[in-house]
């Protein structure tokens, strides 16, 4: 059971290490946590853990460059830093202690995913591509951690995970794009800036188009897109400069999403376990704090997003922290 992530984590570490035999290339890592325990719940979306290897500015791999030389935005840059990922995500029905499968409910899932992404920054402006690489389903270990985890903190028992999705590959590709479209930053002064942002995903585990804006307002203002985030939100940037200086802003926005697949929801897409019916428009409203100096990046998210199926009992919201480090 334990070989699948045994492996994505070996394929993380080999494909992490420093291109052209560099090894005191520094990188930005970033540790990032999602859970419905902020809002005080343990039900739908209910836990969300990632590594993120970020690699100084220079070539991604030649296969990743080929696919981002196919999107706008890539054609003249020069460079294309790239980042690695690793990641687990864990979806329950509201009612976890209820043994039977729910029939009108969301089912258990569990997510274990490596993503590969590349990315280029310009005035005014970002565009990013990613490739995502995964396994749903028992194999991702979901029941094993959720149950050792609330053991842990001593808290109601999951008990329906034999009802949850049956193994499943996933594979994802992704564009996302950011275009500052007000800029009142000043260096070393209060500001504001406002931001709009949009991407595609298409893959068996999420298929969508998403459309949003952010504003962000602070002292000293960051040249970013906002702190990153999970997968299906469209995540902000994972580079940041490290400056002896100390920038913080707040931020508020919102995403919609118009919806085509959602396996943890509908359920697998080739026999298996079947889900409920999705929503076809998702919407989520989000807002934070960002902190950075030197090198250190701290943040806060909490996010409000609408019914994502057919018979949710409520919307849901959840928090996300993320903590990133130049090493």
Do not use: C
């Not at 000043?186 to 068996?204: A, H, K, W």
């Amino acid at each position: 059971m334990a070989r699948p992530m045994l492996l994505l984590a070996a394929l993380a570490v080999l494909t992490a290490q420093p291109a052209y035999g560099d090894e005191r290339a520094a990188s930005i890592w970033i540790v990032e946590y999602e859970n419905d325990i902020f809002a005080g719940e343990d039900r739908y979306y209910t836990s969300g853990v990632r590594l993120t290897r970020v690699a100084e500015a220079r070539q991604a791999p030649a296969w990743l460059e080929s696919v981002a030389r196919r999107f706008p935005g890539f054609d003249r840059a020069e460079a294309l830093p790239y980042s690695l990922a690793i990641g687990h995500n864990i979806y329950t029905p509201a009612d976890i202690v209820n043994p039977s499968f729910p029939p009108d409910d969301r089912p258990y899932a569990a997510w274990l995913h490596v993503k590969f992404a590349t990315g280029t920054i310009h005035p005014g402006g970002a565009d990013r591509v990613r490739v995502g690489l995964g396994i749903v389903g028992p194999a991702a270990l979901g029941k094993q951690i959720q149950k050792t985890v609330h053991r842990a903190i001593d808290t109601d028992m999951p008990r329906g995970w034999d009802t949850q999705l049956r193994n499943e590959p996933t594979l994802l590709l992704g564009y996302d794009r950011f275009r500052r479209i007000l800029d009142r930053a000043e260096p070393y002064r209060f500001g504001l800036d406002l931001s709009l942002l949009g991407g595609i995903t298409l893959g068996n585990a999420h298929t969508h188009a998403s459309a949003g804006s952010f504003l962000r307002v602070g002292h000293n203002l960051p040249d970013d897109f906002g702190p990153p985030r999970i997968t299906p939100a469209v995540s902000g940037s994972g580079y940041f400069r490290p400056e002896p200086r100390r920038h913080w802003y707040l931020y508020i926005g919102s995403e919609g999403r118009l919806v085509g697949r959602d396996l943890f929801i509908e359920g697998n897409s080739f026999g298996g376990r079947k889900g409920v019916d999705a929503r076809r428009m998702v919407g989520e409203l989000f807002g934070g704090l960002v902190y950075t100096q030197g090198r250190f990046r701290a943040a806060y998210t909490h996010v409000w997003r609408s019914r994502e199926f057919e018979g949710q009992l409520e919307a849901q919201d959840y928090g996300a922290l993320s903590v990133s480090l130049w090493w």
